[in-house]
Nanobody
Framework: QVQLVESGGGLVQAGGSLRLPCVTS????????MGWFHQAPGKEREFVAG????????SYADSVKGRFTISRDNAKNTVYLQMNSLKPEDTAVYYC????????????????WGQGTQVTVSS
């Protein structure tokens, strides 16, 4: 079993930045590709960013390219989402997720999820 715990969410003004860490425990962290997703009220959970097991390959949703950066520290069992130039439309609950093999964009392919952290961007 894999446990994931996100933190770092909060209220920020448009144009500001937040860094979300997600700490993983329970299994060998480096065996898992990691993803970040977000879910706004009344909307489906959507892919934000993904990172390979080694950290050498990353992918992003078009809406966050150039503003968000995903990274991981395998020594600390932690994946990060650095969010810059935040916009009101980034407001959502942000979840990290883990899966074996490669990172993908489909939420149903991830068996392990954190509880989420709320990010609110004011205009």
């Amino acid at each position: 079993q894999v446990q994931l715990v996100e933190s770092g969410g909060g209220l920020v003004q448009a144009g500001g930045s937040l860094r979300l860490p997600c700490v993983t425990s329970g299994r060998i962290y480096s065996n898992y590709a990691m993803g970040w997703f977000h879910q706004a009220p009344g909307k489906e959970r959507e892919f934000v960013a993904g990172i390979s097991r080694s950290g050498g390959t990353t992918s992003y949703a078009d809406s966050v390219k150039g503003r968000f950066t995903i990274s991981r520290d395998n020594a600390k069992n932690t994946v990060y989402l650095q969010m810059n130039s935040l916009k009101p439309e980034d407001t959502a609950v942000y979840y990290c997720a883990a899966k074996t093999s490669i990172a993908t964009t489909q939420n149903y392919e991830y068996p392990y999820w954190g509880q989420g952290t709320q990010v609110t961007v004011s205009s």
